[in-house]
């Protein structure tokens, strides 16, 4: 079994792309979830597990700004995101109301917290920015969650972006998206994604070469071999 520090070094340079392609071939078709694109360009690839906050829609009685010193609050569950987890927040895509600001995404920073993904928005666009944090999202809007949300639990499985994500599994964001790996399909992932990514690599050269792409993508036995040959030579 692969410690996070091992599994995050191994898929940090497998794009979101090919996971989809891998976890395919394993029956999973569902794992990118829509909506959670980088809030600014250029965000480095990550990989993290989930720590999963879960809204509902807002009732006035609950959905206020006394709820924030709840002891079921955003800012509790903030206090207990563990160092290296990607927070990833169910506001079930609605994106008039910002379901963190600047402030709260500060103090993700300052935690150790990867990144932040939601299929909602952020508030304080320039605020939250200005902390660090990577986020992927919708984009922003000036309402506070309370305007649209109400807050009701972290690591309990949610939907976001259409997908199911489970505490613990492993989540992997990049240019493309936020990826879901179930923490069942983890070591499938590991011994699978990086020799996909080398292949496709291999196949790029090839096609950049001029070969033509029947028999080489996807690869046929005598691409294959060829492949196979390649990396012997290395």
Avoid at 35 to 52: I, N, S, W
Avoid at 130 to 145: D, I, K, N
Avoid at 152 to 164: E, L, M, N, R, T
Wanted: glycine share 10%.
């Amino acid at each position: 079994m692969a410690t996070d520090k091992e599994i995050v070094a191994a898929l940090h340079g497998v794009s979101t792309a090919t996971l989809t392609t891998v976890l395919l071939k394993k029956g999973l078709r569902n794992v990118w979830m829509r909506g959670t694109m980088p809030l600014r360009a250029g965000q480095k690839r990550l990989v993290g597990r989930a720590f999963t906050l879960r809204f509902v829609p807002a009732r006035e009685d609950l959905a206020t700004p006394e709820s924030w010193s709840s002891p079921k609050s955003t800012r509790a569950a903030i206090e207990a995101m563990p160092e290296g987890c990607v927070t990833v927040v169910d506001a079930m895509g609605i994106t008039d109301a910002g379901i963190f600001g600047d402030i709260l995404c500060a103090r993700m920073k300052k935690r150790g917290v990867a990144g932040l993904v939601t299929d909602g928005v952020v508030r304080d666009l320039a605020g939250v920015l200005g902390t660090g944090l990577p986020v992927w999202c919708r984009g922003a809007a000036a309402p506070p969650s309370v305007a649209g949300l109400t807050f009701v639990d972290w690591q309990q499985p949610i939907g976001c972006g259409g997908v199911a994500v489970f505490p613990d599994d492993l989540i992997v964001v990049d240019d493309d998206g936020a990826v879901v790996v179930p923490a069942a399909f983890v070591d499938h992932v590991l011994a699978s994604a990086p020799e996909q990514e080398n292949l496709e690599a291999w196949i790029m050269k090839e096609v950049e070469a001029g070969v033509p792409l029947p028999g080489l993508y996807p690869a046929n036995a005598e691409t294959a071999a060829r492949y196979a040959a390649s990396k012997q030579k290395k």
